[in-house]
């Protein structure tokens, strides 16, 4: 693909139901980070991994927060047991993760609202 | 942990008028990004700057990166109503390629 991909663009859930959110990075990256943004915020770090190295997971909020990258490629991002403070858009990026070229590529992000 | 500050939070400025944003990092960093978000947008990468002292131009924007590497500065001479958005430091700290993003500076250009 062209760019970074995630789905849903949008969506609407019930507290307390769980999510999933999915992101297909750019082929051949090897970083992939998900950041969150509230509306009017900075982007806050959740997730970040790095080829087959180990999840960096110093920032997900909660155990209800969790994430996973199969094959090195695409990668969800589950949270359980939704609350309304959850609700915020939620942006993938990939990068090639070398020492010169860490460029993000971001995508549209997934918009969640918990009701 | 790790913080990034940015100063202003926001800013308003008459088409033309100069404007600059200062990102400070509570660590010394290995590297630091810069991206540009317009309303409604996803971030777009601007730039890196890796050396301490190091000074990169793109047209009427200039970055800085400090001395120490604890801090940077995005400078736009003359601004255009294209500049509106909100601009993001992102620092990293050596070993790791975990970006911690700054509190970001919201642009306003009235023409």
């Known amino acids: 693909g062209a760019g970074v991909s995630q789905s849903p663009s949008n969506k609407v859930t019930e507290k307390g139901k769980d999510v999933e959110l999915r992101c297909d990075p750019i082929s051949g990256h090897t970083a992939l980070y998900w950041y969150r943004q509230s509306l009017g915020q900075g982007l806050e770090f959740l997730i970040y991994f790095q080829g087959n190295s180990a999840p960096d997971k110093s920032g997900l909020p909660s155990d209800r927060f969790s994430a996973e990258r199969t094959g090195g490629s695409v990668s969800t991002l589950t949270i359980q047991r939704t609350q309304q403070e959850d609700s915020a858009v939620y942006l993938c990026?990939?990068?090639?993760?070398?020492?010169?070229?860490?460029?993000?590529?971001f995508g549209p992000g997934t918009r969640l609202t918990v009701l | 942990g790790q913080q990034v500050m940015q100063i202003p939070q926001y800013q308003h400025v008459q088409e033309g008028e100069d404007f600059t944003t200062y990102c400070n990092s509570s660590?010394?960093?290995?590297?630091i990004q810069w991206y540009k978000q317009r309303p409604g947008g996803h971030p777009v990468f601007l730039i890196q700057l890796v050396k301490s002292g190091e000074v990169k131009k793109q047209k009427r924007l200039t970055f800085q990166f400090g001395e120490a590497k604890k801090n940077s500065s995005l400078h736009i001479t003359a601004t255009q109503t294209t500049d509106v958005g909100t601009y993001f430091c992102a620092g990293s700290t050596s070993g790791t390629y975990k970006y911690i993003f700054g509190t970001g500076t919201r642009l306003k250009v009235l023409a």
């Open positions: 990026a990939s990068s090639y993760g070398t020492g010169g070229d860490n460029e993000q590529f």
């Open positions: 660590t010394t960093l290995s590297n």
